[in-house]
């Protein structure tokens, strides 16, 4: 049975589901930051998906960051599975901007996480329910107060 890791339970929002993944987003305002999580119990690596699966993360994957592109207009999209703290398969899709606090390095470790209000967490979690609504196959979940 699936369970979502902790850690991500913590540092996430849910905002919904593709037909694989569960989609997240992060709760640190200094990026905007969606993470995948495949609803597959204890799933490590993409290697470990059937082939079927891998195709069908790969496409949510590209859905989501096309949809981050084309909302932000970033200079650059990171997509990464990294697993080092978290060993659950998890794949982050963080917008990148030159103007951004890490840039160009990466945003992990760079500067501890700066937490949204919750209104705005709540409203940030609505308009990226909204956005990704329009994509095919995506079900948003019910916002409770737009932070789950």
């Not at 200094?30 to 690596?45: D, F, H, K, M, S």
Request: glycine share 4%.
């Amino acid at each position: 049975m699936f369970e979502l890791h902790p850690r991500l339970q913590a540092d996430t929002c849910w905002l919904g589901d593709f037909p694989l993944t569960r989609v997240l987003l992060a709760k640190d305002s200094q990026y905007p930051w969606l993470i995948l999580v495949p609803r597959v119990a204890n799933l490590r690596e993409i290697h470990h998906l059937a082939p079927e699966q891998q195709q069908q993360l790969m496409q949510e994957s590209c859905a989501v960051a096309a949809l981050m592109e084309q909302a932000l207009s970033p200079d650059k999209i990171n997509i990464g599975a990294l697993g080092n703290l978290v060993p659950q398969l998890h794949i982050h899709h963080v917008a990148r901007f030159a103007t951004d606090r890490a840039w160009p390095g990466p945003i992990w470790g760079a500067h501890p996480a700066v937490p949204y209000e919750p209104p705005v967490l709540a409203q940030q979690a609505d308009r990226w329910r909204a956005r990704l609504a329009k994509l095919s196959g995506f079900t948003p979940v019910v916002a409770d107060n737009g932070v789950n």
